[in-house]
């Protein structure tokens, strides 16, 4: 079955400043990747979300880009504010015509600090 | 109806007690999905439904939990015989199948056996 790694576990950025995070997937075929964003006591919201025909995909300061070779993909978040605190999962998913389970990474604690 | 809706939000219960959660997905949402979450890692799934038909079961899940959904509408997570390795947040989200593949998230029971 499908395993998602995620790295780094916590993060801590200068309000600002840029974050990454990295996630590798191991079943080639997967080809729905979604990032969610999980503040502290409440539920897993999408952020954005690629499939595996587009290579990157931006939304205001939030990008994710795929590597389908390498098999990983990764989560930009440009200009950190604070409200970007929280802990981010990386998913994938096969999709065969329809959506399907999503296997989750661990998650990145991320700390934005003023 | 604003999202999806899980009752209890909370569940304490004693080692060898059954409990049932339920899930109200959005309404027009034919897709299904419980998971689990424990303290530091990521959700992991354990089953979902396609209308009715519980099209798939994770093979980490026990024989005693058992998941229904009799009209295609809300969903019930039963555990029976709980333990205190059972002691997570559940969580449920719900999808459309022909839609753009997000799931969608509800608050979670978070249940603690003792």
């Known amino acids: 079955g499908e395993n998602v790694e995620q790295h780094p576990s916590t993060l801590s950025v200068q309000e600002g400043d840029s974050a990454v995070i990295k996630c590798t997937y191991s079943d080639s075929a997967s080809n729905y990747f979604p990032w969610y964003k999980q503040e502290l006591g409440k539920r897993p919201q999408l952020i954005i979300d690629?499939?595996?025909?587009?290579g990157e995909k931006k939304d205001q300061r939030i990008a994710v880009t795929l590597n389908k070779t390498a098999k990983h993909f990764s989560l930009h978040i440009t200009e950190t504010q604070p409200e970007d605190s929280a802990v981010y999962f990386c998913a994938a998913s096969g999709i065969l015509g329809s959506w399907g389970k999503l296997q989750f990474g661990a998650g990145t604690q991320v700390v934005v600090t003023p | 109806d604003t999202g999806v809706s899980q009752n209890p939000r909370h569940k304490i219960t004693k080692r060898g007690q059954n409990v049932t959660f339920r899930c109200d997905p959005i309404?027009?949402?034919?897709?299904l999905y419980w998971y689990r979450q424990t303290l530091g890692q990521g959700p992991e799934f354990l089953t979902y439904?396609?209308?009715?038909?519980?099209?798939?079961k994770s093979r980490l899940l026990s024989d005693r939990f058992s998941a229904e959904r009799p009209k295609g509408s809300f969903s019930t997570l039963e555990i029976q015989r709980t333990e205190q390795g059972d002691s997570a947040m559940y969580l449920c989200?719900?999808?459309?199948?022909?839609?753009?593949?997000?799931?969608?998230f509800g608050p979670g029971t978070r249940l603690t056996v003792l």
């Open positions: 309404s027009e949402h034919n897709r």
């Open positions: 989200a719900s999808s459309l199948r022909t839609g753009t593949g997000e799931q969608f």
């Open positions: 439904f396609q209308n009715e038909a519980q099209l798939e």
């Open positions: 690629i499939r595996s025909n587009v």
